[in-house]
DNA sequence: ATCGGCTCGCGCAA
DNA sequence: TGCGCGAAGCCGAT
């Protein structure tokens, strides 16, 4: 394996070109997006490229504070995957360092590790893509990326999709060449800690004195790692997958796989999951529906994303949405809540109210009914450019998968039409949106049980 | 329980 | 240029 033949893998984005330089000391994988020690190919790329180079290999990741707007919750999460990437990196003779604001830089890093090459995760939000273009205008040196948290490497999509369907084929077409397991190679030369590249350890209480924002504590339903990942995974597809293609839609049952919250921070990759699901003992359907929404759905939100630098606003929606949510701009609103009633809970819809406390209070939304939530917000607001920044504001606080491509599309489908067509017959507010509505939910599902089962969620919390 | 109509525009066949 | 068909819907008819 050469160099040049690593770089031209179509998971690889050369970001600054240049032949590594041999006379430095390592290769440097800087961790962001995608953080786990197996199946992970932004690290197999630092693995291989560092074999060819016979230097040692080195993870650095920092520890930011404010990224995205992440909170305690998140970063709770977040720190609890680290002991998994420690001992991972290890079997793999990989080093881990760990830095935190303000001593986190990856320039300084690298000034005094002095790397062949530095490997990097793609993530198609605009933050992550900033915080790059800035280092690489300051790195002296070689720096890849490489699309580690999807199937089929993004840019091969190569502009915005429309609609699931135009990405569907697209997909499908590369889920042969692109769908098979990560290989875990081995550094070669094994990455001697010294005192000049001091970590902090993965279990010390890495938050403590770190300025994070408090105002959301952390959950206690979900554990953050891809240990936990593994078995979230492994009881999924065990007692779930079978039955998942008619129950997935039904929040009052625990049918689907909650994966959301792992996948988000990189602890689990798809490919690890959908093969997973492939070779599972499920009937066809149940696989090939789960694998849907796991492949074609979830990279139709990394697209959305990705081509679309709106992707924060109702301006990323299409003419016909745009048009008819300006045609309804000035219907009158039967009821209107402020931002502080839909944070609190306290409108008079009982399901919708259980929706929003299922999101406070665990840190995860069941996926149906995050549809119906996004589209009452649209109702229920003066304008839908509110309505979707309300949404995208909520989410992401509240969600251990905020700040994620799957929110933005979802919001964006719900309450822009975005990858959705016009639905008839016109209605106050949405237009031609599609609608949604508390009866007709009821009659697809148990709402009462479902809202039975947060309330009683929210009684063991209060008690 | 299941079906058709509602409605728009992309992508492809022709 | 025409045509098929679609990320999750609703409603009313059968």
Request: with cysteine; net charge positive; hydrophobic share 40%.
């Amino acid at each position: 394996m050469k160099l040049e033949q690593l770089a031209q893998d179509p998971r690889v984005t050369v970001r600054r070109a240049g032949s590594p330089d041999s006379a430095g000391s390592a290769v440097v994988y800087w961790m962001q997006r995608t953080q786990r020690a197996a199946d992970n190919p932004a690290l197999s790329v630092a693995i291989e490229a560092a074999n060819v180079l016979k230097k040692p290999v080195v993870v650095f990741f920092q520890l930011v504070p404010r990224s995205h707007h992440a909170n305690l919750r998140h970063y709770q999460f977040l720190v609890e995957g680290l002991k998994d990437i420690a001992e991972g990196l290890k079997k793999r003779r990989v080093g881990f360092v760990i830095r935190r604001y303000p001593e986190h830089g990856i320039v300084r890093f690298c000034a005094s590790v002095r790397p062949c090459l530095v490997i990097g995760d793609e993530n198609p939000m605009l933050e992550a893509e900033h915080t790059k273009a800035k280092v690489v205008k300051q790195l002296r040196l070689p720096f890849w990326t490489v699309d580690a948290d999807v199937i089929v490497p993004s840019r091969l999509l190569g502009k915005e999709h429309y609609a699931a369907r135009t990405i569907r084929p697209k997909i499908h077409a590369q889920l042969r060449r692109f769908l098979t397991p990560i290989e875990n190679v081995t550094a070669g030369v094994l990455w001697k800690p010294s005192s000049k590249f001091r970590s902090l350890a993965p279990e010390s209480p890495l938050l403590d004195g770190f300025p994070v924002d408090c105002s959301v504590g952390p959950v206690s339903g979900f554990c953050g790692g891809s240990t936990e990942a593994l078995k979230a995974l492994d009881r999924f597809i065990r007692s779930r997958l079978n039955g998942y293609a008619k129950n997935r839609n039904r929040p009052e049952l625990e049918a689907t796989s909650q994966l959301s919250p792992y996948l988000h921070f990189g602890q689990i990759g798809p490919h690890t999951v959908a093969l997973a699901a492939q070779r599972a003992r499920a009937p066809l359907q149940d696989r090939r529906v789960f694998l849907e929404e796991l492949i074609v759905r979830r990279e139709l939100a990394v697209n959305f994303v990705r081509y679309n630098a709106d992707y924060e606003s109702l301006k990323s929606c299409e003419p016909w949405a745009e048009k008819t949510i300006g045609a309804h701009a000035r219907d009158r609103r039967k009821i209107l809540y402020t931002d502080m009633q839909l944070e609190n809970a306290e409108t008079h819809d009982p399901l919708w109210n259980a929706a929003q406390k299922q999101m406070v209070l665990t840190g995860w939304m069941h996926g149906y009914v995050r549809m119906y939530w996004a589209k009452k917000i649209l109702e229920w607001s003066p304008c839908a450019a509110d309505a979707y920044e309300i949404a995208v504001k909520l989410n992401d606080r509240y969600e251990l998968d905020g700040r994620d491509p799957n929110g933005y599309a979802g919001i964006a489908w719900a309450i822009g039409g975005k990858h959705d067509r016009a639905w008839g017959p016109e209605r106050q507010v949405f237009g031609k949106i599609r609608y949604m509505s508390y009866e007709s939910t009821s009659r697809k599902f148990d709402s009462q049980a479902y809202i039975a089962g947060v309330n009683a969620l929210e009684k063991r919390k209060v008690t």
